[in-house]
């Protein structure tokens, strides 16, 4: 099994939709998670982060946490053609510093 | 602040080349991170420095591999001898304390043909 799971897609939505991304992570002991964005040929950056069961809202983004069935999710409201890209989902071990990066969901919203 | 430097942005040898990879991060920044990315596997921590001290290597893939931080200022990653499997995109990321953000380099697109 692998440490972080994400459904690599592509998945497309129009836009002005709600886009859905999940994740699922194998290690109880992790404590932060983090939502970074990777647009085609750049490097990643945060987008947003989460450390408590339920949701955190941040403009048009919400990360939701459940940390009994070890999952996150972000979303997106009114999606954009700027939202398309390859959103990363990394949990954190506090007590490593470590971040492993899912593989990533390919998110592309049709104009 | 110009953010994390790293050079070159592409490189390409020939296998069996000595390959180096080079790091400036934020100043103040006191974790500095090595990734490699692929299609196969994604985004890979091979290596982090806390204070310019190596803490954990256990994603560096074999002895071919090695890391240093000589200062605040400056990492290199290293690849000796360089094989096609090693072809990536490596990336350099650094972070003040336990902050959350990291603050990733443009990348180097490595090639080993």
């Known amino acids: 099994q692998k440490e972080v799971e994400q459904n690599s897609g592509p998945l497309s939505v129009p836009e002005g939709a709600i886009a859905s991304l999940n994740c699922t992570y194998s290690?109880?002991?992790?404590?932060?998670f983090f939502w970074y964005r990777q647009y085609s040929g750049k490097s990643p950056e945060l987008i947003m982060s989460?450390?408590?069961?339920g949701d955190k809202e941040d403009g048009r983004f919400t990360a939701q946490l459940n940390k009994a069935s070890q999952y996150v999710s972000l979303l997106i409201r009114d999606s954009q053609p700027s939202d398309s890209a390859t959103y990363l989902c990394a949990p954190r071990m506090d007590s490593s510093y470590k971040l492993i990066f899912g593989s990533g969901t390919r998110l592309l919203v049709r104009p | 602040d110009a953010g994390v430097i790293q050079s070159p942005r592409h490189e390409v040898t020939e296998m069996g080349q000595e390959v180096t990879l080079r790091c400036k991060p934020i100043?103040?920044?006191?974790?500095l991170f090595w990734y490699r990315q692929t299609m196969m596997r994604g985004l890979e921590l091979l290596i982090y420095f806390n204070n310019n001290v190596p803490i954990d290597d256990s994603g560096m893939p074999e002895d071919r591999f090695s890391a240093k931080m000589p200062n605040a200022s400056f990492s290199t990653l290293k690849i000796q001898p360089s094989e096609p499997r090693d072809s990536a995109v490596y990336f350099c990321?650094?972070?003040f304390g336990v902050g959350e953000k990291l603050f990733f380099g443009s990348g180097t697109q490595l090639s080993v043909l």
């Open positions: 989460i450390y408590s069961n």
């Open positions: 100043s103040g920044h006191d974790y």
């Open positions: 290690d109880r002991g992790s404590q932060s």
């Open positions: 990321a650094s972070s």
